[in-house]
């Protein structure tokens, strides 16, 4: 009997020590984390980063010695990264295809929903409280600015916005080992994960933009999709 919880108390404390925290919304941040098991140190840039740390992908990196570029469109949001990451360059900027001026569909500060996308707007439920004009760059800029040469990891996350946001990027240059990016299947009656349709993906310009700059579709985690490329894989 006692070789018996002895047994079982070892089992416990195996699974105490091996249980991993996601700060993710649907556990992005433990897929990625594990792709880059044997990478000690690296770059991420998040772009549509919210929170520092609450449903954030790149917080787990950080926590290891990762450190990279934060960008938000609302200000606030930067601010509680200047607190909270002291390590990483956090922006307070729009991104797209271009340096332009853009609408932004605004329903409130901080809220998730806030988009460049007239179209996505229209899809929300919620009540648009403004239509801001903003000026957006990209991140070919945004790196070359500060001398980035390279990204490990690269996530985006902006409401309906993802392809132009990968457009404003030489993916042949910077080549991201990993980039997730939020897919929103407009097709969709209710967008909720349960609808999901893998073959609007793959009939997605997003998609075909990935595939033709030699990036592989590994994996599919609510609305974020994982993207690896080529060079990265064995």
Known sequence: MINYFIKNLSIIKR???????SYSFGGVDLLVNYLFKNKKKGIYLDVGSQH???NNNTYLLYKRGWYGINIDLDKKNIDLFNISRKKDLNI???ISSDESKKKLYFYHEGSPINTISKTTAKKQKATIKDIKEIKTTTIDKILEKNQYNKIDYLNIDVEGHELDVLKGINL???KPDIISVEFLDLNMKELEFKNNNIKNIIDSDLYKHMINNNYSFINWNHADLIFVNNNFRD
């Open 15 to 21: 699974k105490i020590k091996s249980e991993k925290k």
């Open 52 to 54: 520092p740390i609450a």
């Open 92 to 94: 307070n900027v729009a």
């Open 172 to 174: 042949q240059k910077y």
